[in-house]
Structures are given as C-alpha cells and as structure tokens.
C-alpha cells in the first residue's frame, strides 16, 4: 500500500514535471497585460467587470489565434482608485517584467500612469512599456499633455460631449440644464465642455444649476436631488459613473425627480439595477456602442459573457484594444513594446462598432459613437436588457465617426 | 419652501442615522471610558450579516437578528480581549481597538468579498412614504427616522427605569460600592460594550441598505463617528443627538447653498477674476466643501469648547 502511493506520487510528480516545462514553452509566447484599476471599495463592481471583459476578449482571441501565435493572459492589479497606489503597482508589474498596462477608471489615475510611463521609458531604454488607457477621458490626455506612449481608445470627453450635445441640441423640450460632476479633471472637463458647446448649438438652454461633488465619496445623493428640483432643471447632464451615478439615479428616483438624464455611463455596473422602471425613457448615455445595434454586431460576445460571468459586457474598448495590439503583434511579427507602439500609430481596424483608427497625431481613437435611451426590451430593436431588470438600451442615433472628431492640440515627441 | 423643508427632512433623517451610529460610541465612552476605534466597524458588520441573514429569513427577522449578533461579537471582543488589555491603561486599549477596525475589515473582506453586495431594499419599504408639494419621500427614509426614534426611547427608558439600567449608572461612578453589593461589574461592562456594538449593528442594517454595502463603509464613517461624539461632548448621549441633528442639517444645507468668497467679494465691489491671486481658492463654493464641513466644525469644538454642545467634563 504505502509502495504503490510512493509509485503513484513518483508518477504524478513526474507527470506535474512533464506539464511545466510544456508551460514554459507555452509562457514564452504569452504576453502579460497589467490591468491596473479598482478591484476593491465602491467602484470594485465596475474595475471587476472590466478585468472580466478583458479576460474573456483575450479568451477569444487565444482561441482564434488573432495574434498569429503570442497569446494573451490579463494580470489585475488593484490600485484602490488612487493616483499613489496605482504608481506603486505599477512598479510591482514592471518589476514582474509586464510591458503592457490597462487603465480605465478615474482620469486622475490615468494622469499619473502616463507621467510615470513617460519617465520610465525615458530611463530605460529597452525596457519600454505602452499604456492602452480604455476609459479614462480627460482631453488633457490626448490634446497637452499627450505622450507617445499612451493610447486612447475610449473617444475622449470632449468627443462624446460633442455627439451628445448634436443629439441634444435637436430636442426643442430642453430648457434648464443642470450639471453635476465629480469633483476632478473629468468631471470638470464635462461640466466645462457642456457649457461650451451647448453655448455653440443651442444658445437659448439656460445652464440652471453646476455642482462638483468629491469622487466615489457621497453616500445620500438626497441633497442633491433636491437641489437639481428647486433649479428648476428639466434636463441633467452628468459624467459620473460606478456609485456615483447609480447613488444619484436611486436618489432621484427616491425623490420622484422628473427630468431627463443625459450620462456618460449609464451603462455601467449598479446604474441598470439603480433605474428599473423608474429610468424609462428619462436615462440616455452616449458611448461607443450598444449591444441593441442595427444588426446587434457583438452580442454573441455579450452572450458569451454573461455566460461565463453573469454579469454585462459593455467596455467594448477591450474588443478593440486587443485586436489592436494583435493585429500589432501579427504585422511586426514581434510583442517588442516599441515595435508594437509605431505600428499601432495610424493602425485601423473593425471593432464591435464598426472601423476604429489610432489617430497618429494624438493617439486617439477615431469611432462612431452611439446615443441610447433605456427602454423597455421589445425583443425587436431592443433584445437585450441590463442586470435581469427587463429594460434595456434602444440606440437612438448613431453618429459617424466625424461627427465628434475633434482638432488635436498635441505636438507629440517620438523616440528617435 | 418646498425645497427648505424637504432638505430639512433630508438633513433631519440622515442625522438620525448618525445619531444611531454614534450613540453606541458615547455610551461605551461615558461608561467604560474606552475610545472604541473599531466602533464603525460594527456598523459594517451589522450590514452584512443583515445582509447575509436576509437571504434566507427576509429583511425584518434579520433587522432584529443581525444587531444582536454584531453585539455578540463585541461582547466576545470585550470579555476576551479589552478586559485583559484594560488593566494596562487606555492608550493599549485604544490601540487594541484600533487593530480591531483592521482585522474586522480584513475579515470582511475575506468572507464577503472586496466589492459591494447587492443589499436590497425590502419591497415593503421601496416606494413613497408621502408626497410633498411634488417631491416625494421615500419609505426607507422614514423607517430610517422611526427606528432611529425607538432606539433613542428604548435606550434612555433601559438606563434611568430599569435595575440593570441602573446598575450600569452606578457602575460607572462607584464601582467599588457596586461590587460590594454582590454585583458584577466586569459583566457589566460586557453588557454595556455589546450593547454599543449592537446599536451600530443597527445603525449598519439600515445605513447598508439605504446607501452601499462594501468593505470601505466602515473606513467611510469612522471619522465622522468621532467628530458627532465630540462636538456632542464626549459621553452624552443628548449631547450625540443634538450634535448628530447639527451636523446631518449643517451638511444637507451646505450642499444646497452656492456661496463663494468671490460672491461675497462681489458682494462688497470686490470683483475676482481666473486672474486673481488664488482663484481656485475664491470660487470654491460651499457646496464643494460641504463633506469637510463637519471636520472644520470637529476643530472649532475642541479649540472654544473642549467639552462638546453638553459634555459635563473637559478632559
């Protein structure tokens, strides 16, 4: 008895030797991304279902082998939404020899991620790394202080406010608009593109009330709600996004508040539950895409995901992120960050929601972007609803990708 | 009007819900003179066992079950660990409980994850209470405010009307004499600190509800907890009402109000400009400094009145 367990562990050690040098064989073909962003406190449902949505594009991609051999694993790192923690793992990924990082959550993060990008490749040259920041919209990032090393591929605040202010601007029902923010470059970027080209289209809106609040902080949104109410506001346009937003939607719904919601990110973890019924026909958000599309291009990814997670995929910018760096990987025949990098310059290609460019002046992404309003699901344009609740997003415009390009102010500094 | 009242009602109900969070704390301090770091952390713990035991009892059943069971917990907390530390002085208690609120919020993390859990508002509190003028008035909030209310009677009727009530009261002052009457003092003080614990399980039952349930609530009103019972005075559960009403008020206004320097500046013919020295500290408006208001508050207290609103000692 005790012989043959010996065997038997000698086998299976064996066995367990056999399978991790295969491993090491397939490891040299695996290209580590490090998606640096909350994993934990009120914004960790949305930084969870983001590392999700990368895990299972990446998934996909290595099972059809879009990078025509390296393969794809995504590494979480949780920086708690906080500037200081996120430079900190990002030295714990570089240390661990990561080369590419992800970033979304929190324009004030973004920042400091590609400042210390900046200096870190500056210093070691040969150790390169690229940030591909898919969320993080402060224009700032691609207009003066854009690097070379960061990629866009969200489109930026500035864009969505423009299509969203194009889709506005038609509705003659808009009177008194009420901004509320979160208190830091994005928000404050919302609020002043809002001011600015609502000025531009429809210079009869009055601007009825502002309101910065402290980021992912507030709890009792009532104060708030009662607040917009008194301004006499029929109309809220807002940028904040995790709990902020779904706080804020639950308030207002608390509260009876009737006016209409115009949001960046409606679509995000908490918000769909937060609505229910009470958000019919009031909540819209503009962003790259809509799982409710003309043709629904994208929902067997959805599918697949709530599958795999139960949970919806909406950070389409994974799709496009990693077919970028794929389509990189495959034409340089080569996962060398700075091969990688001048080859995604200018690069192109089909995503979820239809042709996407690096734009090469800026290294912003150039996409048509969508306007949704929650509605009920009719199984006709609207099949798919959010978080069980039986309401989903019908798309309402789409709109080309010049609609909301913008002018870029950057003068980019290339390595030589 | 509308808005004044209906911010009023805001203001009124949220300080109830600090005044359930803060009541507990005063009450170990005035009796035990334990400064309980770990005292939001009962709140949290409140939240998710309600929240784990309204899975499968319901809402209502876990509303009377969980606070007892975080009670439990800090009763446990006190009779094997504060007790023994206790003889050494306050400051390793405090550290004690200050190693606490880390170790529950590890725990919790642990256990129930590091993101939110979709705590539910019962469907028997999901809806208007009332309506007035055209605002409406959340069922939740009033539930907030009624248990708020009969926590408030049902502590001060078990200290000044009850024997035990009454132990505990001279418990505080003599203990000695009270031994020597054959009763037991260190239970006592188990009971008194359980018992504060459970009324911040309480407090966490609704707070978790109302608002987020995840592992930073604790972190988020822990500071908050202090500034109620020290501007209240240190020991005085009328004082930690009034403070926690002053306070949810003084945050609710402050919110609605869009006063500048620069208005005020405006206001006597001083125009300020993006030009001017300092700007950005200018144009902050009330509102955005609204969440820090308490803490300033915090400050002044202890700077003209280290007593607290009805404190009766200053040290």
Not at chain 1, 65 to 72: I, L, Y
Not at chain 1, 160 to 180: G, I, P, Q, R, S
Not at chain 2, 232 to 260: C, E, N, P, R, Y
Not at chain 2, 267 to 292: D, N
Request: aromatic content about 10%; overall charge positive.
């Amino acid at each position: 008895m005790i012989q043959f367990s010996i065997r038997a562990a000698v086998r299976s050690t064996l066995c367990a030797a056999a399978l991790a040098s295969a491993s090491t064989v397939a490891q040299a073909q695996t290209v580590k991304l490090a998606l640096i962003d909350p994993q934990s406190g009120l914004m960790a449902p949305v930084g969870l279902n983001q590392l999700h949505s990368w895990q299972y594009i990446a998934e996909i991609a290595n099972q059809k082998n879009w990078a025509g051999g390296p393969k794809f694993e995504i590494v979480g790192f949780d920086n708690k939404l906080s500037p200081q923690e996120s430079l900190t793992v990002l030295k714990q990924a570089i240390d661990q020899g990561i080369r590419y990082i992800l970033q979304g959550n929190g324009s004030s993060v973004a920042l400091a991620l590609q400042d210390a990008v900046q200096k870190h490749n500056e210093r070691n040259p040969g150790k390169e790394i690229i940030f591909l920041n898919y969320a993080a919209v402060d224009p700032d990032m691609t207009n003066s202080k854009c690097t070379y090393w960061h990629f866009r591929l969200d489109a930026n605040s500035d864009m969505k406010m423009e299509a969203l202010t194009t889709y506005l601007a038609k509705d003659k029902n808009v009177k008194n608009v009420y901004l509320l923010n979160q208190n830091y470059s994005f928000g404050q970027a919302v609020a002043r593109g809002a001011k600015e080209y609502l000025a531009r289209k429809r210079p009869d809106i009055k601007i009825v009330g502002e309101d910065l609040h402290p980021l992912a902080q507030i709890k009792d949104f009532a104060p708030y709600v009662s607040k917009i109410k008194a301004a006499g506001a029929d109309t809220v346009i807002t940028g904040n996004w995790g709990s902020d937003l779904a706080l804020l939607i639950k308030a207002a719904k608390d509260a009876g508040l009737n006016v209409n919601f115009y949001t960046y990110y409606a679509a995000t973890t908490g918000v769909p539950t937060a609505m229910g019924a009470a958000g019919e026909d009031k909540v819209h958000y503009v962003g790259y895409w809509n799982v409710n599309n003309a043709k629904f291009v994208g929902a067997d990814v959805a599918m697949g995901y709530d599958k795999k997670y139960h949970d919806d995929f909406y950070t389409m910018a994974t799709y496009t992120g990693i077919a970028m760096l794929a389509k990189a990987f495959k034409e340089t025949k080569s996962t060398d960050p700075v091969k990688v990098a001048k080859a995604l310059e200018g690069m192109k290609v089909e995503s979820l929601n239809g042709e996407v460019e690096m734009r090469k002046t800026d290294h912003q992404a150039l996409q048509p972007l969508y306007i949704a309003k929650w509605v009920k699901v009719n199984g006709k344009d609207v099949k798919y609803d959010q978080e069980k609740t039986g309401y989903g997003w019908k798309t309402e415009a789409l709109l080309d990708t010049y609609v909301a390009t913008q002018p870029t102010s950057c003068q980019m500094k290339r390595p030589n | 009007m509308e808005f004044f009242v209906i911010s009023l009602l805001n203001g009124v109900s949220y300080g109830l819900l600090l005044f359930m969070l803060s009541s507990g704390l005063t009450l170990i301090f005035s009796m035990m003179g334990v400064l309980n770091f770990a005292h939001a952390s009962f709140y949290m713990l409140g939240a998710y066992l309600a929240y784990t035991l309204g899975l499968k009892i319901g809402f209502f059943p876990a509303l009377f079950l969980a606070p007892p069971l975080a009670g439990l917990v800090g009763a446990l907390v006190e009779r094997y660990g504060l007790r023994k530390v206790h003889r050494y002085g306050h400051v390793p208690e405090l550290l004690f409980t200050f190693g606490l609120a880390y170790l529950i919020e590890e725990s919790v993390k642990v256990v129930w994850g590091l993101a939110a859990v979709p705590y539910r508002v019962p469907e028997f509190l999901d809806g208007h209470l009332f309506t007035l003028y055209s605002t409406s008035f959340p069922k939740l909030r009033g539930f907030m405010m009624l248990v708020a209310l009969a926590m408030l009677a049902a502590v001060y009727l078990l200290l000044t009307r009850t024997r035990i009530g009454l132990v505990i009261q001279a418990a505080l002052t003599h203990p000695q004499t009270v031994e020597a009457l054959g009763h037991n003092v260190p239970r006592v003080f188990m009971l008194v600190f359980g018992g504060g614990c459970a009324l911040a399980g309480l407090a966490g039952v609704i707070g978790g509800v109302a608002f987020v349930t995840e592992p930073s609530m604790a972190a988020s009103v822990g500071p908050i907890v202090f500034v109620v019972a020290v501007v209240g005075g240190m020991g005085s559960l009328a004082g930690a009402f009034l403070a926690s009403l002053l306070i949810g008020i003084l945050q609710t206004f402050a919110i609605a109000l869009d006063w500048s320097l620069a208005g005020m500046l405006a206001a006597v013919g001083i125009h300020v400009s993006e030009q001017t020295f300092l700007y950005s500290l200018w144009k902050l408006q009330l509102s955005q400094v609204a969440p820090v208001l308490p803490y300033l508050l915090l400050v002044l207290m202890l700077i003209f009145r280290p007593k607290g609103l009805l404190g009766t000692r200053a040290d």
